[in-house]
């Protein structure tokens, strides 16, 4: 069973535009929300990561947007640049375990 | 300093052979994770080891699969009598400490190829 759901599967944003990736989960005992960035041949490396008491979190050009009663969380990148191209995993803590989303595979044009 | 790092990068193999794959964790890090990431998706959890002990192994897909951590350092995962099914990037990650909010650490992946 799939607990986070994360759209779209892909995207294709122009250089400077706005990259915007959303997720959604069921479990209510998620307590850490995460972003992982990976590049082909790598692994994927922490990107941006918000608490449920924190609706947004801001590191520069990416911003996490939280809704709680949604259950909804996302990731925008502003300003999106060719180097951000990469596969984009959202994912949710619980117990001793982040369960990942199917991820988004984000494609920067110039 | 080092990473995460996984070995062999590439694995080729026939069907129903058996395979291991190795995994040494950043030094220090008492968490250990591994995970399957199948052509275009996302992260399969497989198990959990804090120090040599594996709380969760409930992620393993069969009895086929099977994992261990020795000296609270270095993981193998094997992969016995594999299939086509199996084929698919194995991603090891470490993490310092068990918290919510401890990032973990990935490695490159081993790409296994079951013929």
Redesign the interface.
Known sequence: Q?QVK?SPQSLIVQKGGISIINCAYENTAF??F?W?QQFP??????LI?I?PDVSEKKEGRFTISFNKSAKQFSLHIMDSQPGDSATY?CAA?A?????????T?LMVKP | GAGVSQSPSNKVTEKGKDVELRCDPISGHTALYWYRQSLGQGLEFLIYFQGNSAPDKSGLPSDRFSAERTGGSVSTLTIQRTQQEDSAVYLCASSPRRSYNSPLHFGNGTRLTVT
């Open positions: 799939q994360q307590d850490y995460p992982y041949g790598k692994g994927p490396a922490l990561a608490r995993f803590h117990g001793n375990m982040l369960t990942f989303g199917g991820g595979r």
